[in-house]
């Protein structure tokens, strides 16, 4: 009786809001769930199907135009929580400092990664890569988006991955991590306007998508895609968008 009570309390606000026992919309990247529900799975996710500058893209890299200043980075050592979020393994950063993109200042969040590479370069894709979420004090978001190819171990992802829970849940990093380590050793990009990936799909994030990629070993592959066999979202349509570069 106590359980029926609870479950038809639960569907009353339900009907009206959201059951606040288990308000999380349930998503994810197959079935019923996957990307191309997003949009009907809740009214807040309802941009994922009615936004017309979603994200990731296909990348018309032949396409775009050159604009934009170089990316200055001021990276420093941060404490970094490890965190299995259902979705992926996200690594918040406290006091991490940031980037100046286009002039403007942005702070770094955390960063995250998926499988295979959401974006595209020409049809391209990489079998992973992360996204860097910056903030600005205005409240915008930018993302730098870093490409992961096979080949030598990445150290960076070494002292993460040894750490990184299986399950939902999180893990602090015994020592301070350097979002810095993470970059290929040039910065050239790809810009475009896009949107949160995950839902809701927020828009207004612009994405800062770096050319060259940074290695990692199969066997560091292997070890996300055994908690992680695939979490990206499929290319969305540009919809008359135009790419710059800047190399
Ligand atoms: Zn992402």
New binding site residues.
Partial sequence: MKILMKIAGCMLVFISFSCPADNKVKWGYEGDIGPSSWGNLSQEFAVCQTGQKQAPIDIPAISATTSGASIQTNYKPAQAEIVNNGH?IQINLTNGEGANLNGVDFKILQF?L?TPG?EKVDGTTYPL?A?L?HKNSDGKFA?IGIFFKEGTENASLKSIFSVMPAHEGQQSLNENFDASDLLPDTLSYYQYEGS???PGCTEGVTFYILKKPVEMSTAQLNQFKKIFPMNARPVMPLNGRTITQHD
């Fill in positions: 992926t995250h998926h959401e890569n996204h979420v993302v949160l990936t995950t």
